[in-house]
């Protein structure tokens, strides 16, 4: 039932409009338009302090028969950079890529594109259906900022199982396990003086941040810990010792006692190493978001995947390394599995897409609408 030429033409339509996180409002209004069109409600949520953007989260329920298990369906609607005058071309070997140096932005307009589908499906062809809840956030890329200000209207959102489309991995791939997500910023204060005339005057901010740094367990810290530097900077004069570095740093992990180890781990490098010095040290710990965990016998999880085997495709479980909107609605009580939808290469200029994954996700979005699950399979 799914309008395959239409979906395509959605999807090229809203990769050219520019999301790059914290400036969505142009594909907010596209999709609130295209929903409305069909006579759907749009609700808006969220505001520019909770969600870091100039847009805002759009829900749009599609009412279905009574006595179905309602499903959440989610997908974000900003992208990383470089995403601005992204123009796609389809191959001749069927994949979707960027044209110039951009990214493609199917992460994650491929889900964006395929929920709007699925609205448009139903509405083509009036079958009996679930409830399905369409929540388009803003923020996802920056911290999941827009899922995360679905808290304050709990209320306003379905009560049942989601689906989240922003994995990469083909159709048939469900990320049942994440981790938690915390980062650490630092600022190391040291004392200048001249390098040449007076070098042990000074207290270089530089050496202390080195020694810190050393002393990290940074990569793969273990197999469901992982840890990385993204800023150490310093900017100063050869001849002065510098006063003044900053330190960025994230760690993760799907065990919640090892994400506080190893943050703990990382400031008390940090701490020992100005003490060592006689550097003063300021830092916070900021977590981005939780774990989540999903049984691999999940009823929900078994009938997504007869919904996959009864489509052709071959069903499986993974782990991801990274964070999705999947986190935050877990953490609000909302069961969500987060769903491979094609992309490959993602967050970089290299990002693929093929075609028929695209049309694959939206064929599974319309079977899952429809699906009548036995009730040891409704979640």
Not at 343 to 369: I, K, P, Q, V
Request: hydrophobic share 35%.
């Amino acid at each position: 039932m799914v309008n395959r030429n239409r979906l395509l033409e959605t999807f090229m339509e809203y990769v050219r409009i520019d999301s790059e996180s914290g400036d969505e409002r142009e594909i907010c209004l596209k999709v609130e338009q295209d929903l409305k069109a069909l006579g759907a409600d749009v609700i808006r949520q969220g505001n520019a302090q909770d969600t870091h953007s100039n847009g805002w989260n759009l829900l749009c329920t599609l009412k279905g028969s009574p006595g179905l298990p309602p499903l959440i369906l989610s997908a974000h609607l900003d992208t990383v950079s470089p995403g601005k005058g992204i123009e796609p071309v389809l191959g001749q070997d069927g994949v979707l890529r960027s044209k110039g140096p951009t990214i493609l932005g199917g992460d994650d307009k491929c889900g964006v594109a395929a929920m709007v589908e699925l609205a448009r499906s139903l509405k083509d062809h009036p079958v009996p259906h679930r409830t399905v809840q369409l929540i388009f956030t803003v923020g996802e890329e920056s911290g999941q900022y827009g899922a995360k200000a679905l808290e304050k209207d709990r209320s306003l959102l379905e009560t049942g199982n989601a689906l989240v489309l922003d994995s990469s991995g083909p159709p048939g791939r469900m990320v049942i396990s994440a981790p938690g997500h915390a980062v650490v910023r630092a600022v190391i204060t040291g004392k200048a003086s001249h390098a040449g005339n007076r070098p042990l005057e000074g207290i270089s901010a530089i050496t202390t941040a080195a020694r810190a740094v050393a002393a990290m367990k940074l990569g793969k810290v273990d197999e469901e810990t992982t840890a990385n530097i993204g800023t150490l900077s310093a900017v100063g004069a050869t001849n002065v010792v510098n006063p003044r570095t900053e330190f960025i740093a994230e760690a993760r992990s799907r065990n919640k006692e090892k994400l506080k180890t190893q943050t703990d781990h990382m400031t008390d490098c940090l701490k020992a190493a100005c003490h060592e010095s006689g550097a003063a040290l300021d830092y916070e710990i900021e977590h981005l978001y939780e774990g989540f965990d999903i049984p691999e016998d999940h009823p929900f999880l078994l009938e997504l995947s007869g919904i996959f085997r009864s489509m052709g495709i071959s069903p499986f479980t993974a782990s991801s390394g990274g964070g999705s909107d999947a986190n935050a609605l877990n953490a609000m009580g909302i069961m969500a599995v987060n769903l491979g939808v094609g992309m490959t290469r993602g967050h970089s200029t290299e990002e693929e897409l093929a075609e028929t994954d695209l049309y694959d996700t939206a064929r599974f979005l319309w079977e899952a609408a429809i699906f009548h699950g036995n009730d040891s399979c409704r979640g």
